[in-house]
Structure formats: structure tokens, C-alpha cells
């Protein structure tokens, strides 16, 4: 039963057969067997339950002390998994494929992609025909964009495992994944502004895109093309329309470079004026550690919904780093230099730490952020303040549901979150969220996000659906 993959009825067999045996007379064949049979069904703790009656009777068996490494690995709980390899590493010097493999699973754990895809690939080289190595670097090579390899891989496990569904379905998503695609995305934002003379205002802006992305004509390249208009409705003026085209390019090199092209060329109907927005940016992961980002961009306007003066414009450039410090602690930041074209200029940043006091699927994670920006003023008219810093902290809670948690698995979450703040001038600012999303791996991707934000000064709603069709 457990050899065609009907895990739930060979569980029931051996544990009827266990059933049959007290303490003293326990066959330590039949505690492996419920032990690997559970570990197979994603019953963890069950499994690593029979693991430990059955390293009662034989506690220096190699290949069972292994695998309740890996399964450590399986369920996230780094620590214990870190600390079972390193026993067997030291127990074991003699073992080089041992250390490879503590190192492809730990350099993953820490993000460290190509890193353990090098460690995989010995592996791979010196046990062509093991299944779940073969899974194992397929799932890196997915998780690092490169399609065709991870394709490849998999095609090579089916030979040796052809029932092996998870690999099945891993490649039909990478086949998914380089289809055209049809998206939709209608956005809703209220903001309303008071507490000073340039922030009396309300506004609301309704938001629909239309894109489409092309078939993949490269490995790890995407280009996707899109419409849309933006309709804005003012407390104490006429509303306004801004019809727009946009144009995204993603590239991602195997060497961990990756650039990016983002634009969007605007036509609004108040004033009878067109702006344009881009970003363009190079990233490259350095010793696979820092995902490290250059970019630069114009913003075309930053409108006063005052006065709907739509002349201020800027010009910036920046630098954005993106560490793992460890499989719990993360940190985001990015600075930019900002040129505007009223003879200002200035810097604004911003930092996001995290921790992860739990850990994938279900994770829950508490965060430490500030924004800021310092402008040099050379005009004093002005809609905002020259200098600005805000903190916030919160907790952020995603839950992964389902029983497969592979990359190319279908995705279904829920993930809410809650911000509060205090910037510089006293005032208080609180930012729940709550986000969903579906993808089955196949035609449909879909989600939501609801975002309100609340302050004595400053108010503002944001929700946001989209749906994508691949074909």
C-alpha cells in the first residue's frame, strides 16, 4: 500500500499490526515503517513519535537518524534539523555527501539559493537516479526563475519515479508558468487629508488595469503590456480622468543578476497634460547573501489636490538591499536621492526589520519600520514639510492552508496584519490590512487586499482585486 502511495491505509495496516505487540515485544521493523509511512503523509510529529521507540531498540541506525534530520527540515524547525546534521557530520567525518547535504538543505533555509543549488548539483552528479535530490534541486531552480532547468529536472525524476505526482504536477507548473496571460485589477483609494492649510482635501480614485504578459520568449524573462484610467473624484473640484498605457520587463540571469524596466505614460483630462513614470534597475545577490539593488526612475508628478497643480516632477536614483540575516530575521531598506524640478533636491528612505517568531506555512512575524525624507528646500511655497520621520511597529500574520507546501503547489492564503505609528510632529497612525490570495498553478490567479489607515490628521482606504488568466 505504502509503495503505490496510499499512505492513510498503509498507516492503518502497520498500526494494527503494532496493535498486536506490547512494549517488551516491539518490532522495530514495523516502528520504521510507521515512522517513514507518516513522515510520506506529512504527519510529522506522528513520525518523529514512532522515530523515537524505534531509536530505542536500534539508536545507531545512520539512515533513519538522517532522515529525522530531513524531516526537521520538512517542517521548518531549522534549529533541531541544524543540530541533527551537525551530530551525524561529526559522528561521520568520512562522509563528504553527508556534509553536501546539510549544506544544499541549510544554505536554502537561509535563502542562499545558488549557493545550495551548487551543493544539489555533486549530489545530483554522483546519485543521478535519487528521487528526492532530483526533487530537491528541481525546487531551486524554480525558486530562482530558471524554468527550463527545473523543467528539465523533473523530467529526469519521472524516468526514475514516474508516480511521483508532486514532481508531475511541479513541471506541469513550470510548463503554466511561461503562457500568456490576461489581468485584471480594480483599485479603490479614499484619502482625506486635514489639521493644516495645505492638508484640508478628500479625494477619491478609482483604478482599473488591464495587462497582458507575453508567452515567455526566454528563460526568466517576462514582458507584460497594460491599459487602464484612473477616475478622480474631488470634494471642491470636477473630477478628472488619466488614461494611461504601462510597460513591465523582468529579467533574471542564472549568475543572480536580474534587471528590470518599469514605465507608465499618463494622459489626464484636467489641464490637458501627459507625464511619464519609469524605474530601471540592476540587482545581483552578492555572495548569494544581499540581494542588493541599483535603480533610477522619474516620477512625473506629484499632484496638490489643492490646487490640482500637476507641475512638480522629480528625478531620483537609490541603492535597496534586502538581507536574510537569518531563517527568522530579515531586513529591507532603501535610500534615495531625489532631484525635483523646482530647484529642490533631498533623501528619503526607508527600513523594514523583521522576525519570524513562527515559521512557514504558518508565519507570524513582528516588525520594526521608518520612513523618512529631507528635503533641501530652495522654495518655501510648499505642499508638504522639508523634513519627515515616521516609526512603526506591528505584527503580521500569513497562514499557507493545504497539505503541499512545494514551490509550483497550488497557493491559498490569508494574511492580516496590523501597524501602529507615531511620526515626528505627535501624530498617531494605526494600519490594519487584510489580504488573500488563490493560485491554482494553472489558469487562474487571483486576490484581495483591504487597507484602511487611520490618524488625527489623515485618513485613507485602499482595496484592491485582481484576477490573472493564463493560456
Given at each position: 500500500l505504502a509503495t503505490h502511495n496510499d499512505y492513510d491505509l498503509a498507516v492503518e495496516q502497520f498500526t494494527m499490526l503494532q496493535g498486536k505487540n506490547n512494549d517488551s515485544t516491539e518490532d522495530a521493523r514495523i516502528l520504521r515503517w510507521l515512522a517513514e509511512t507518516n513522515s510520506w503523509r506529512h504527519q510529522y510529529d506522528e513520525s518523529l513519535e514512532w522515530y523515537g521507540r524505534y531509536f530505542e531498540k536500534r539508536p545507531f541506525d545512520f539512515k533513519r537518524r538522517r532522515d529525522v534530520a530531513r524531516i526537521y527540515g520538512w517542517e521548518a524547525r531549522i534549529r533541531e534539523a541544524n543540530k541533527a546534521y551537525k551530530a551525524l557530520c561529526e559522528e561521520y567525518?568520512?562522509?563528504?555527501?553527508?556534509?553536501?547535504?546539510?549544506?544544499?538543505?541549510?544554505?536554502?533555509?537561509?535563502?542562499?539559493?545558488?549557493?545550495?543549488?551548487?551543493?544539489?548539483?555533486?549530489?545530483?552528479?554522483?546519485?543521478?537516479?535519487?528521487?528526492?535530490?532530483?526533487?530537491?534541486?528541481?525546487?531551486?531552480?524554480?525558486?530562482?526563475?530558471?524554468?527550463?532547468?527545473?523543467?528539465?529536472?523533473?523530467?529526469?525524476?519521472?524516468?526514475?519515479?514516474?508516480?511521483?505526482?508532486?514532481?508531475?504536477?511541479?513541471?506541469?507548473?513550470?510548463?503554466?508558468?511561461?503562457?500568456?496571460?490576461?489581468?485584471?485589477?480594480?483599485?479603490?483609494?479614499?484619502?482625506?487629508?486635514?489639521?493644516?492649510?495645505?492638508?484640508?482635501?478628500?479625494?477619491?480614485?478609482?483604478?482599473?488595469?488591464?495587462?497582458?504578459?507575453?508567452?515567455?520568449?526566454?528563460?526568466?524573462?517576462?514582458?507584460?503590456?497594460?491599459?487602464?484610467?484612473?477616475?478622480?473624484?474631488?470634494?471642491?473640484?470636477?473630477?478628472?480622468?488619466?488614461?494611461?498605457?504601462?510597460?513591465?520587463?523582468?529579467?533574471?540571469?542564472?549568475?543572480?543578476?536580474?534587471?528590470?524596466?518599469?514605465?507608465?505614460?499618463?494622459?489626464?483630462?484636467?489641464?490637458?497634460?501627459?507625464?511619464?513614470?519609469?524605474?530601471?534597475?540592476?540587482?545581483?545577490?552578492?555572495?548569494?547573501?544581499?540581494?542588493?539593488?541599483?535603480?533610477?526612475?522619474?516620477?512625473?508628478?506629484?499632484?496638490?489636490?489643492?490646487?490640482?497643480?500637476?507641475?512638480?516632477?522629480?528625478?531620483?536614483?537609490?541603492?535597496?538591499?534586502?538581507?536574510?540575516?537569518?531563517?527568522?530575521?530579515?531586513?529591507?531598506?532603501?535610500?534615495?536621492?531625489?532631484?525635483?524640478?523646482?530647484?529642490?533636491n533631498g533623501v528619503e528612505d526607508y527600513t523594514v526589520v523583521g522576525y519570524k517568531l513562527h515559521l512557514y506555512p504558518k508565519i507570524l512575524k513582528f516588525i520594526v519600520e521608518t520612513y523618512g525624507f529631507d528635503t533641501h528646500a530652495k522654495k518655501d511655497e510648499y505642499w508638504s514639510p522639508d523634513n519627515y520621520r515616521k516609526y512603526m511597529a506591528g505584527l503580521v500574520w500569513r497562514h499557507y492552508l493545504g497539505m503541499e507546501h512545494f514551490q509550483g503547489a497550488p497557493v491559498l492564503y490569508y494574511e492580516v496584519a496590523v501597524k501602529e505609528g507615531l511620526d515626528d510632529d505627535g501624530v498617531n497612525y494605526i494600519e490594519p490590512k487584510f489580504e488573500c490570495g488563490w493560485d491554482n498553478q494553472r489558469r487562474w490567479n487571483m486576490g484581495l487586499e483591504i487597507k484602511p489607515t487611520r490618524s488625527s490628521v489623515y485618513e485613507e482606504e485602499q482595496a484592491a482585486f485582481f484576477i490573472k488568466y493564463r493560456f
Open positions: 567525518p568520512e562522509d563528504s555527501e553527508l556534509f553536501w547535504e546539510w549544506q544544499a538543505k541549510r544554505n536554502n533555509w537561509l535563502g542562499r539559493r545558488r549557493t545550495a543549488i551548487s551543493y544539489y548539483e555533486k549530489l545530483v552528479e554522483r546519485h543521478p537516479e535519487d528521487v528526492g535530490l532530483l526533487f530537491d534541486l528541481g525546487q531551486m531552480y524554480s525558486i530562482l526563475d530558471l524554468d527550463v532547468k527545473a523543467e528539465d529536472t523533473y523530467k529526469k525524476l519521472l524516468v526514475y519515479a514516474p508516480e511521483h505526482n508532486r514532481a508531475d504536477f511541479a513541471r506541469e507548473s513550470e510548463q503554466w508558468s511561461r503562457r500568456q496571460s490576461l489581468g485584471f485589477k480594480q483599485s479603490y483609494i479614499h484619502q482625506k487629508g486635514s489639521g493644516d492649510t495645505f492638508g484640508n482635501y478628500e479625494i477619491t480614485m478609482f483604478r482599473t488595469d488591464l495587462t497582458y504578459m507575453t508567452k515567455r520568449f526566454s528563460e526568466a524573462t517576462d514582458l507584460s503590456l497594460g491599459l487602464g484610467d484612473t477616475v478622480f473624484k474631488f470634494k471642491e473640484h470636477d473630477s478628472s480622468i488619466a488614461e494611461r498605457l504601462t510597460l513591465d520587463f523582468h529579467k533574471y540571469f542564472e549568475n543572480g543578476i536580474k534587471t528590470y524596466l518599469e514605465g507608465e505614460l499618463s494622459s489626464y483630462s484636467e489641464n490637458q497634460h501627459e507625464t511619464i513614470q519609469y524605474e530601471a534597475g540592476a540587482g545581483y545577490r552578492i555572495f548569494d547573501i544581499f540581494d542588493t539593488t541599483l535603480f533610477g526612475g522619474r516620477e512625473d508628478v506629484l499632484q496638490n489636490f489643492n490646487t490640482l497643480q500637476n507641475g512638480r516632477a522629480r528625478d531620483y536614483s537609490g541603492v535597496r538591499l534586502n538581507w536574510d540575516i537569518t531563517h527568522r530575521i530579515d531586513l529591507f531598506s532603501q535610500v534615495k536621492q531625489c532631484w525635483f524640478n523646482d530647484g529642490n
